[in-house]
């Protein structure tokens, strides 16, 4: 079987910095996507990892631990535009699965 | 180039009917991937085309069908319908298998 987990909801505040952690056990890895998604919106593409470590894109970074079935999205330089759902979800064998999301609300 | 088309938009339909919903993926994408997305769930995986042959299936009961045309437009059909069944069913394409998604805004299904 396929197990992704997020939190649901975090807050955090404009301008400040967020982790957003998603575990995962999945039958076979062949990489790991984020999504965002605004309320009433489709989710959109974020970053992709398939290899451990790091992928930087402007504000946002991804990482990837594959030994721990671990990933995080960081978010730098909160906007409040940037309050919405993010969707950690992993290709196995022969899929692509999501976790069910974390919803992140900025606060002035 | 054009996005994910998906019509309609909305829908309501009755217990026991049945409903075919439309997906035109982006053009050049013969990958097509059916999402079901309710706010306990989150997105559900219900099946994958690719060049008119179901590659993958999750786990929703025969009700849920698809298909997939030679020019990538993909549908997908809900039988005897229940109230549970109400959701936004997302289309997505892709251009290979491990390449981003791109999704449609989805059609909202209304179960009455």
């Known amino acids: 079987g396929q197990n992704i987990d997020q939190p649901t909801e975090m807050t955090a505040t404009e301008g400040a910095i967020v982790q957003i952690n998603c575990t995962y056990q999945t039958s076979g890895f062949n990489g790991l996507f984020w999504y965002q998604q605004h309320a009433g919106e489709a989710p959109t593409f974020l970053s992709y990892?398939?290899?451990?470590g790091l992928e930087e894109k402007g504000r946002f970074s991804s990482f990837l631990s594959r030994s721990k079935g671990y990933s995080y999205l960081l978010l730098k330089e909160l906007q409040m535009k940037d309050s919405a759902s993010y969707l950690c979800?992993?290709?196995?064998?022969?899929?692509?699965?999501f976790g069910a999301g974390t919803r992140l609300t900025v606060k002035p | 180039k054009a996005g994910v088309t998906q019509t309609p938009r909305y829908l309501i339909k009755t217990r026991g009917q049945q409903v075919t919903l439309s997906c035109s993926p982006i053009s050049g994408h013969r990958s097509v991937s059916w999402y079901q997305q309710t706010p306990g769930q989150g997105l559900q995986f219900l099946f994958e085309y690719f060049s008119e042959t179901q590659r993958n299936k999750g786990n929703f009961p025969g009700r849920f069908s698809g298909r997939q045309f030679s020019n990538s437009r993909s549908e997908m059909n809900v039988s005897t319908l229940e109230l549970g069944d109400s959701a936004l069913y997302l289309c997505a394409s892709s251009s290979g298998m491990n390449s981003p998604l791109h999704f449609g805004n989805g059609t909202r299904l209304t179960v009455t």
């Open positions: 990892n398939v290899l451990d």
């Open positions: 979800a992993v290709i196995g064998n022969n899929d692509m699965r």
